[in-house]
Structures are given as structure tokens and as C-alpha cells.
T-cell receptor, first 114, second 114 residues
Framework: EAQVTQNPRYLITVTGKKLTVTCSQNMNHEYMSWYRQDPGLGLRQIYYSMNVEVTDKGDVPEGYKVSRKEKRNFPLILESPSPNQTSLYFC?????????????FGPGTRLTVL | AQSVTQLGSHVSVSEGALVLLRCNYSSSVPPYLFWYVQYPNQGLQLLLKYTTGATLVKGINGFEAEFKKSETSFHLTKPSAHMSDAAEYFCAVSEYSSASKIIFGSGTRLSIRP
């Protein structure tokens, strides 16, 4: 089954404790992206990647890091989480340059930083 | 810079009534426009998209949207609402395919009254 998976689905942590949210897709998509969703603000793009070893900032990259060492994986790293990073996070992927531009979203990771 | 405005954070209609969710955008170049739906506790799912060509776009579940360049609008409609349409709907814009920076609106929650 074609899908985007995220782990963990729920996470409660404390300020300053490094964490990683994993994202994996099995569709051989070149493009992957991370978003955060906050009430009244919709989805805001954090980082995106056009292919392996190619990443770029979205609109709200501060406090986050990403890496793209393999095509299927795009982890989101919070080196020193703060309470303002409490949010619902979504990973998405799509093909590039194929005339197909539908993004497929993961189920979301709800993060609480105390 | 691109932006998206969704008019009305919450819309309530009766079952069988017309659904109209409004979206206006700004873009310095011809836009790609999308509508996504988010059901409770799920990720986003593409409803429909406009890239080029026909300005009336048909999507899944009986939804359609019309790209009106003169009005910079991309409103989502459905002739007859079903209870299963209750969800949050997001309009989004990008300058190229969605495999690039994409800007989401703040979302409209659609409620259906029996």
C-alpha cells in the first residue's frame, strides 16, 4: 500500500531535550516536505527536499533541522525543543517533474513540549 | 509573495444544501491552486487541483472549483452536502507544481446540519 508513515504519532517532551520525528514514504517520491499545523494558521511549511541531499527552508524553519540521506526518509530534528514548537506536524511527499503534483500526507505527529 | 485567504473559518450548511467555501489568492506569476480536505485525526487528502487549461476543475466526492483569474479566486463548491463532507478544508497556492514552496490558507471547518 502506498503511504507516508510518521513516528511517533504522539510525543510529550520537555524543553531542551533533543528529539527526532521520522518520516518515510514507499512511493519512490523525490519530493518530501514537513509542515506544522496550528489552530487558525493552517499549515505552514518548515522544510522541503527536492531529492537526496537537497533541502531548503520553508516559511518557518527556525528551531528545526532536516536531513535527506535516503530517498525514502526525511526526518525532522528538534535540537532544543521549546514550548512554541508544540504543534501537529505533517510530512508529505510527491513526485517531481512527472506532471504529477499531488502531495501525499502522513497521519500526523502531535508534539507537546512542556 | 504568494498568499491565500479563506473567508470564514467555519461554515455550516444543511444536508442537501449547496456548499460554497471561498478562497482568494495572490501570486506574482500564474498560480497552481489546490484544495485539500482533512477529516478528523487524519492527514490531508487532495480534493482537486488547477494547474493549466480548463478553469473549472472537478475533484473527488462531487466537489468542483473554478479558477477566476480576474477575481483571483478559487472557490470550492458542491451542489448537495452530505453528512460525510464534514471536515476541514484547506486552499493552497504554489508558483509551480506542489513540489516547491506551497502556501496554505488557514482552513475552513465545514459542518453539516441534519
Amino acid at each position: 500500500e502506498a503511504q507516508v508513515t510518521q513516528n511517533p504519532r504522539y510525543l510529550i517532551t520537555v524543553t531542551g531535550k533533543k528529539l527526532t520525528v521520522t518520516c518515510s514514504q514507499n512511493m519512490n517520491h523525490e519530493y518530501m516536505s514537513w509542515y506544522r499545523q496550528d489552530p487558525g494558521l493552517g499549515l505552514r511549511q518548515i522544510y522541503y527536499s527536492m531529492n537526496v541531499e537537497v533541502t531548503d527552508k520553508g516559511d518557518v524553519p527556525e528551531g528545526y533541522k532536516v536531513s535527506r540521506k535516503e530517498k525514502r526518509n526525511f526526518p525532522l530534528i528538534l535540537e532544543s525543543p521549546s514550548p512554541n514548537q508544540t504543534s501537529l506536524y505533517f510530512c508529505a511527499s510527491s513526485l517531481v517533474g512527472q506532471g504529477t503534483d499531488t502531495q501525499y500526507f502522513g497521519p500526523g505527529t502531535r508534539l507537546t513540549v512542556l | 509573495a504568494q498568499s491565500v485567504t479563506q473567508l470564514g473559518s467555519h461554515v455550516s450548511v444543511s444536508e442537501g444544501a449547496l456548499v460554497l467555501l471561498r478562497c482568494n489568492y495572490s501570486s506574482s506569476v500564474p498560480p497552481y491552486l489546490f484544495w485539500y480536505v482533512q477529516y478528523p485525526n487524519q492527514g490531508l487528502q487532495l480534493l482537486l487541483k488547477y494547474t493549466t487549461g480548463a478553469t473549472l476543475v472537478k475533484g473527488i466526492n462531487g466537489f468542483e472549483a473554478e479558477f477566476k483569474k480576474s477575481e483571483t479566486s478559487f472557490h470550492l463548491t458542491k451542489p448537495s452536502a452530505h453528512m460525510s463532507d464534514a471536515a476541514e478544508y484547506f486552499c493552497a497556492v504554489s508558483e509551480y507544481s506542489s513540489a516547491s514552496k506551497i502556501i496554505f490558507g488557514s482552513g475552513t471547518r465545514l459542518s453539516i446540519r441534519p
